[in-house]
């Protein structure tokens, strides 16, 4: 029961800290100037990404289960992608795919290649040989990451001229708060995040042995769920404020930045490479996140302009992938 507690109360923090991020992001893109497609991807992404990275780290070093940090990564993508028809669902006006900025595509495709990467490595596992105590992978990881951060910084750098438009057309809306008060209560937020995020590592363990539903299990639905949590109220705020692109870049920038934080919990566990202590069974996860991002290209460069039910059929196959991803979690348990 006080691990259910525990759970509950690191969640509740995080929920409502990260209810505070998507407002002062967006006074943040206001004040500076930026598109809310680049505060998307790299400032909200990064910062509601914080508890993955905490976590992994927190798995790897203090309680050993490398197979929560990866879980944690492989689950959060998936439920990142989740979170996308979600959005769709309550987005009322059209599907969100076509309301989306087409770059997303771009980051879309980073984060389809790194995760790509991440599934073969798994599958390959042992056989890979190590650099040191690290695996080959980590490093390829962390070279498509920066060069998936310059290329889109470069893609947005070209359309510059129509993101000054629409800051120059957009109404100023945070005239009552400075610059420096947003980026203090951002900060205020996201240390909150990562204090919640610091526990659940061990709270994810206990639950593991405590209900028999093992390591692998617990990483992918429970932990991932609570450390996506920070995506989805930023996510469901920035659609309410109409800021789709500041939703949609948060949500492909999380995925290229979970798979960054795996290069960086192989990195800290010191006794090798951090897949090779990886259950192959966090494969059915890696599969999940590739078909749901491949959809989701679809959908954002088919661009519907209607749904036929409540949702667009690019959100429904994803939701119908996620729902697959479970039961085949459930039983390889």
């Known amino acids: 029961?006080?691990?259910?507690?525990?759970?509950?109360?690191?969640t509740s923090l995080i929920v409502y800290s990260g209810?505070?991020?998507?407002?002062?992001?967006?006074?943040?893109?206001?004040?500076?100037?930026?598109?809310?497609?680049?505060i998307g991807l790299i400032l909200i992404a990064s910062v509601t990404s914080l508890p993955e990275l905490v976590t992994g780290i927190s798995s790897v070093t203090y309680t050993d289960a490398p197979d929560i940090?990866?879980?944690?990564?492989l689950g959060s993508?998936?439920?990142?992608?989740?979170?996308?028809a979600i959005l769709d669902a309550v987005y009322r006006p059209m599907p969100i795919s076509a309301k989306a900025h087409e770059g997303h595509i771009l980051s879309a495709g980073f984060g389809l290649l790194l995760i790509a990467m991440v599934t073969m490595s798994l599958f390959l596992g042992a056989s890979l040989d190590p650099i040191g105590w690290i695996g080959p992978y980590t490093l390829l990881i962390i070279v498509i990451y920066f060069t998936a951060?310059?290329?889109?910084?470069?893609?947005?750098?070209r359309k510059i001229a129509a993101f000054?438009?629409?800051?120059?057309?957009r109404v100023p809306r945070y005239e009552d708060i400075t610059t420096r008060i947003a980026i203090i209560h951002y900060t205020i937020n996201a240390a909150a995040v990562i204090v919640a995020a610091v526990f659940l590592p061990e709270i994810g363990k206990g639950i593991a042995e405590t209900t028999g539903l093992g390591q692998t299990f617990v990483g992918n639905?429970?932990?991932?769920l609570s450390t996506s949590l920070p995506e989805v109220v930023v996510s469901m705020a920035a659609v309410r404020i109409d800021a789709v692109d500041m939703a949609i870049g948060n949500l492909f920038g999380s995925n290229i930045f979970n798979i960054f934080i795996l290069a960086i919990d192989d990195i800290f566990l010191t006794k090798g490479p951090i897949l090779t202590y990886a259950d192959t069974g966090h494969m059915i996860s890696a599969l999940s996140a590739i078909t749901?991002?491949?959809?989701?290209?679809?959908?954002?460069?088919?661009?519907?302009t209607r749904k036929p039910l409540f949702i667009a059929w690019d959100s429904l196959g994803i939701l119908l992938v996620y729902i697959i991803n479970l039961m085949l979690l459930y039983a390889s348990i």
């Open 149 to 157: 951060m310059r290329s889109v910084f470069y893609y947005e750098k």
């Open 221 to 224: 639905i429970f932990i991932a």
């Open 69 to 73: 940090a990866v879980g944690d990564i």
């Open 292 to 304: 749901m991002t491949t959809i989701a290209i679809i959908g954002l460069t088919y661009r519907s």
């Open 164 to 169: 000054m438009k629409e800051t120059a057309e």
């Open 19 to 38: 209810s505070k991020l998507s407002k002062y992001g967006d006074i943040i893109a206001e004040k500076t100037g930026l598109s809310r497609t680049w």
């Open 77 to 84: 993508c998936v439920f990142n992608m989740l979170i996308l």
């Open 1 to 10: 029961m006080l691990l259910w507690i525990g759970f509950v109360l690191c």
